[in-house]
DNA sequence: CGTCCAGATGATACAGAGTCTCATGTAGGC
DNA sequence: GCCTACATGAGACTCTGTATCATCTGGACG
């Protein structure tokens, strides 16, 4: 789906070892289509009798999440889902039926920021957006109106 | 700080039974100040010792949930916290030190997502905004530059 | 090349969140 | 006041994520 040497480069940059378990990681995250849970890949591995331990796994997704090259979607059932995307802050949206996501570059929000600032007081230093619906494939499958 | 009568008005109007640990439930969050986990509920319940089960805990949470006067808050560091607040749709504008949040009713995002959906062809049905930063009083505090 | 060791791994135990079951209790309509 | 559908509490259970620790290995260095 996305390409596992951008993973691989991300950790090599910031002096991480290129170890067999991270590229295996990062082949694993590039195969999957749309977003995927840490769950997601611990089947996989074991599928694929990668022989990866689960705290491994944990472990390289909560690296890859810090540099920047995954982040995690809070989905409205709760779980905690994972994308693969670029290390600059965007926001995705969400295919409900799919799980596919898209990045959208900031839209617009520091507007939206700056006026709440000033109607509450709050000084805000981050902020989190997700939208969510229906991506084209699924919209047309569904929804042939 | 919020008012358990609204909590308690919405399980009634909505044919819930007024039962005493949901009663006592609503007090419990009216007296949270900011944000709070299932946990802290969980907690409370046992220091006052009011004799709630933990999984009736989980179950009116939820029901207060469906209900929409109490929302569910992604935190940056994976926890769900809830806040009480209006049936209504509105984001919250959350202070990273105390907890504290504040609504603030949809300020501009209708543009967004119609631009987002315009650029990407998603149908997007709903999302999410939270925004992170220090309230007056601790901005006050910690900043006082 | 081979040596070496800080950093990485996997097994396992563990802690916490949330769910399920089921016997018992009770709200509220009659 | 009775009755029953709905709600509860206890406890077992599942799932996510973390901690520990003995073992292994990437890659720097000679
Ligand atoms: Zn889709
Ligand atoms: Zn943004
Ligand atoms: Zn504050
Ligand atoms: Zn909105």
Redesign the pocket.
């Known amino acids: 789906m996305t390409d596992a040497t951008a993973l691989i480069d991300a950790l ?1 940059r910031a002096g ?7 590229r295996a990681m990062a082949g694993l995250i590039s195969d999957q289509t749309g977003h995927f ?3 997601d890949l ?1 089947v996989d591995a074991r599928t694929r009798r990668l ?6 796994i ?3 997704l ?1 690296l890859f999440e810090d540099l920047g090259v995954v982040e995690r979607l809070d989905l409205p059932s ?3 889902a994972y994308v693969p995307c670029e290390p600059i802050h965007h926001h995705h949206v969400i295919c409900s039926s799919c799980g596919r996501t898209e990045d959208v570059d900031d839209p617009g929000i520091d507007a939206v920021t700056r006026s709440v600032a000033r109607r509450t007081g709050f000084r805000i230093d981050s902020h989190r957006l997700e939208l969510f619906g229906l991506c084209p494939a699924c919209a047309g499958s569904v929804d042939p109106r």
């Not at 991480?16 to 991270?22: D, M, W």
């Not at 022989?51 to 491994?56: E, N, Q, V």
């Open positions: 090599d991480y070892r290129l170890t067999e378990p991270r849970t840490a769950a611990v022989g990866i331990g689960r705290a491994t944990f472990r390289a909560d709760g779980d905690h």
